[in-house]
């Protein structure tokens, strides 16, 4: 068996970023090789991941590349907080985002496992590949909540990009279910009804005001939820409705994405 010198060992872990110990066990089970080395602890990294892939992986980071006409979400989900604010772990997603946002979906799923399996090594955690989703339109913004467990595209009509982005940063806050009022359907009308009657019956009103207390009631309840009617977070007295319009911008569409947890 050849001498590993500390030489050796340096230059592999400077190359994968795996420890000293693994490291020095994978050039003396290689002689030396580098490479071989270098081909047996992609293997190892390989047989953990495949090991640990049962394991629940409910954590994670969104990560989001846009141009202002396309926008690229993709999530990547670990097993822990901890290593979802490693900066391997966060290196890794926007890696495979470099590769779905240049050769597409498909290219990054299947270039992945192999990203992934090092950095399983490295960490000891399940790492699974979440969501990639592409989003386009005239004017697109994104914003992503400084935990990484949390962002949203917004689509604009007219615009431009940072009145986008200030949207998607009050969606990311506010949390609204739909994007005008006549999203809502009766279904949905129905079970915030249910949810309110007690309270309504309480009032101790005749039929009719009870039906007009309801009808507030409820047009209060969608309004909260409702991206159009609410109140712009950084300027209360202005619907978001407003503040798009004030800057020449429709509110299309938006999505908001959330890593499982």
């Known amino acids: ?40 602890l992609r293997k190892k990294g390989a047989e953990i991941a495949d090991k640990k892939s049962d394991r629940s992986a409910q954590d994670g980071t969104v ?4 141009d202002g006409k396309k926008a690229l979400v993709l999530i990547l989900n670990c097993e822990t907080d901890f290593v979802a604010r490693n900066d391997d772990f966060v290196n890794l997603s926007k890696s495979i985002l470099e590769i779905a946002w240049n050769e597409g979906e498909d290219a990054a799923r299947t270039k992945s496992p192999e990203l992934i399996n090092a950095v399983v090594l490295k960490i000891g955690e399940n790492i699974q590949l979440g969501k990639i989703e592409e989003i386009v339109g005239d004017t697109i913004g994104a914003y992503i909540h400084h935990t990484g467990k949390a962002g ?7 615009g431009n990009t940072d009145v986008a982005k200030d949207i998607a940063m009050h969606v990311t806050a506010m949390r609204p279910r739909f994007l005008n009022t006549t999203e809502v359907n009766e279904e949905e009308k129905s079970i915030a009804m249910e949810a309110l009657r007690k309270e309504v019956d309480e009032s101790n009103k ?11 009631k409820i047009a209060s309840y969608f309004k909260d939820q409702t991206l159009s009617e609410q109140s712009f977070f950084k300027i209360p007295e202005k619907t978001v409705a407003q503040y798009a319009k004030e800057n020449g911008a429709e509110v299309e569409k938006f999505v908001l994405y959330n890593v499982s947890l």
């Open 1 to 40: 068996m050849s001498t590993i010198t500390v030489e050796q060992v340096k230059e592999l872990r400077d190359a994968t970023g795996v420890s000293i110990m693994q490291c020095r066990k994978a050039l003396e089970e290689a002689n030396g090789d580098m490479e071989k080395a270098t081909i047996l």
């Open 152 to 158: 949203c595209v917004v689509v604009l009509k007219g």
């Open 63 to 66: 990560a989001i590349k846009t």
């Open 206 to 216: 005749g039929d009719e005001m009870k039906a007009k207390i309801m009808e507030g």
